[in-house]
């Protein structure tokens, strides 16, 4: 099981930016999905959540302005950041709970980093 993810770049504030996660190989389910950002010198922090049932969840930094979702048919989670602001910078990592062959229990798998700067 991999997660690829893709969408990073270079965003001058106040524009926006889609990333992309797709999980690959043998999958029999995928419970939450999620993004993560590190910025340097900084703790690894959860951007925003969705469930299996399409529940999200926001750190209170980004609420109103990043909106995360996901399509179930593709294996893939989206994190759509609106109104970037230099303070977003960081390397963001997707992370989902799958469900692998040969267990029962629903496993962490993360993502490379995707890089996002934001210019002010």
């Known amino acids: 099981v991999q997660l690829q993810a893709s969408g990073g770049g270079l965003v001058q504030a106040g524009g926006s930016l889609r990333l992309s996660c797709t999980a690959s190989?043998?999958?029999?389910?995928?419970?939450?999905m999620a993004w993560y950002r590190q910025a340097p010198g900084t703790e690894r922090e959860l951007v925003a959540l969705i469930t299996s049932s399409g529940n999200t969840n926001y750190a209170d930094s980004v609420k109103g302005r990043f909106t995360i979702s996901r399509d179930n048919a593709k294996n893939t989670v989206y994190l759509q950041m609106n109104n970037l602001k230099p303070d977003d910078a960081a390397a963001y990592y997707c992370k989902a709970h799958i469900l692998p062959p040969g267990t029962n229990v629903f496993r962490p798998y993360w993502g490379q980093g995707t890089l996002v700067t934001v210019s002010s």
């Open positions: 190989g043998t999958i029999r389910g995928i419970d939450f």
